[in-house]
């Protein structure tokens, strides 16, 4: 099945700075591939999400690069503000037919400073 | 994201009790999930429905039970067998198809604490 690693655990950035969080997938299968914020006991919400047949996708201050043949993406957020600290995870799976059943990253818990 | 309603938020379970958690959800989604999430950890699929009267286990199954008896609904049982069921549940629900948006949407979570 699919396993997906996120890096950093953590990551603490200046206010206005930029932060890049990546995850590694395994399954070459894979062909979506979402981000999620979740805010401390919340339901994580979705914020960007890329398929494979794109490379990158922006969407104001957020933007998602993705290596089909390194197997990895990456969240970059830039000008960072105090709200968007929270723990954002990536997460991974093979659209079907059927359904979309996610396989999810460890998380990433940024904290911005003011 | 307004359309899926678990209930309770917050639930206590002696040992050697089942518990059920409800998911009801509004938007006409095919599919439905049942994540759990640990204390600082990410989320693990616990079991997924694709249809009616259908259901297929996910990556931590045991001691877990499920039925899709109605479109809306995807109720999770939280069984004795379960040893470590402390956690936050999260339901989920998509539309099905890979030319239809497949977003997963997250209802508000149930806190479980075996007491």
């Known amino acids: 099945g699919e396993n997906v690693e996120q890096h950093p655990s953590t990551l603490s950035v200046q206010e206005g700075d930029s932060a890049v969080i990546k995850c590694t997938y395994s399954d070459s299968a894979s062909n979506y591939f979402p981000w999620y914020k979740q805010e401390l006991g919340k339901r994580p919400q979705l914020i960007i999400d890329?398929?494979?047949?794109?490379g990158e996708k922006k969407d104001q201050r957020i933007a998602v690069t993705l290596n089909k043949t390194a197997k990895h993406f990456s969240l970059h957020i830039t000008e960072t503000q105090p709200e968007d600290s929270a723990v954002y995870f990536c997460?991974?799976?093979?659209?079907?037919?059927?359904?979309?059943?996610?396989?999810f990253g460890g998380g990433t818990r940024v904290l911005v400073k003011p | 994201d307004g359309g899926i309603t678990q209930s309770p938020k917050y639930l206590f379970r002696k040992e050697g009790q089942n518990v059920t958690l409800s998911c009801e959800q509004n938007?006409?989604?095919?599919?439905m999930y049942w994540y759990r999430q640990d204390p600082g950890q990410g989320l693990r699929l616990i079991y997924y429905s694709q249809i009616v009267n259908d259901f297929q286990k996910g990556d931590i199954a045991e001691g877990y039970s499920v039925s899709r008896e109605k479109k809306e609904s995807f109720p999770l049982t939280v069984t004795s067998a379960q040893k470590n069921p402390t956690a936050f549940y999260l339901c989920a629900s998509s539309y099905t198809g890979r030319n239809s948006g497949n977003t997963i949407y997250f209802g508000e979570g149930s806190w479980l604490t075996v007491v």
């Open positions: 938007l006409n989604h095919d599919a």
């Open positions: 890329i398929r494979s047949n794109v």
């Open positions: 997460a991974a799976s093979q659209i079907k037919a059927a359904g979309n059943k996610l396989t």
